[in-house]
T-cell receptor
Framework: DSGVTQTPKHLITATGQRVTLRCSPR?????VYWYQQSLDQGLQFLIQ???????AKGNILERFSAQQFPDLHSELNLSSLELGDSALYFC????????????FGPGTRLTVL | GENVEQHPSTLSVQEGDSAVIKCTYS??????FPWYKQELGKGPQLIID?????GEKKDQRIAVTLNKTAKHFSLHITETQPEDSAVYFC???????????FGSGTKLNVKP
């Protein structure tokens, strides 16, 4: 158990809908990362937050947004969902904002029908 | 941006044999190369990493080698055990380690 928690574990929804994925970092970690793992594109970095502020951005679509709250938990919002958004979404956290010290959560499996 | 290619996509070995997974990267500025193991239903877990100022690093049965000139790095697992069965990802990073670019993954199956 990495100490990073993600809810829900599974999410099934329809095209056009909006969902929110939640991540709680390890105790003491200030930074949160979001990744998307799909069958055809592998594991892709989406976005990073450090102590509430956006620090780095990867291949995140405009339909997706994220934020990190004062208690350091983070939410990833996915809107206008398409079939291709079906994937595993991982959150990772690190204490110092460096990805080389990140720990991954168990992921949320999103299925868009 | 960085492009990381990983081979093979699947690898099947007999217990006790060695396994080698190879990755190439495109950006010569990349200077940090981690390897992750992902077991079924779990998130990736860092198993070993190497920085560009080092050519080889070992940790018990696993080792990583880096050839900066050729821009490739490899994961070596010796004396494989069934519990080594998992998907392994390589990654490359620069930009103060904030962004990782992952390979496509190798599914390793160790047959008892």
């Amino acid at each position: 158990d990495s100490g990073v928690t993600q809810t829900p574990k599974h999410l099934i929804t329809a095209t056009g809908q909006r969902v929110t994925l939640r991540c709680s970092p390890r105790s003491g970690d200030l930074s949160v990362y979001w990744y998307q793992q799909s069958l055809d594109q592998g594991l892709q970095f989406l976005i990073q937050y450090y102590n509430g502020e956006e620090r780095a951005k990867g291949n995140i679509l405009e339909r997706f947004s994220a934020q990190q709250f004062p208690d350091l938990h983070s939410e990833l919002n996915l809107s206008s969902l398409e079939l291709g958004d079906s994937a595993l979404y991982f959150c990772a956290s690190s204490v110092d904002g460096r990805a080389d010290t990140q720990y991954f959560g168990p992921g949320t499996r999103l299925t868009v029908l | 941006g960085e492009n990381v290619e990983q081979h093979p996509s699947t690898l099947s070995v007999q217990e006790g044999d060695s396994a080698v997974i190879k990755c190439t990267y495109s950006d010569s500025a990349s200077n940090y190369f981690p390897w992750y193991k992902q077991e079924l239903g779990k998130g990736p877990q860092l198993i070993i990493d190497i920085r560009s100022n080092v050519g080889e690093k070992k940790d018990q049965r696993i080792a990583v080698t880096l050839n900066k000139t050729a821009k490739h790095f490899s994961l070596h697992i010796t004396e494989t055990q069934p519990e080594d069965s998992a998907v392994y990802f390589c990654a490359a990073s620069w930009d103060n380690f904030n962004k990782f670019y992952f390979g496509s993954g190798t599914k390793l199956n160790v047959k008892p």
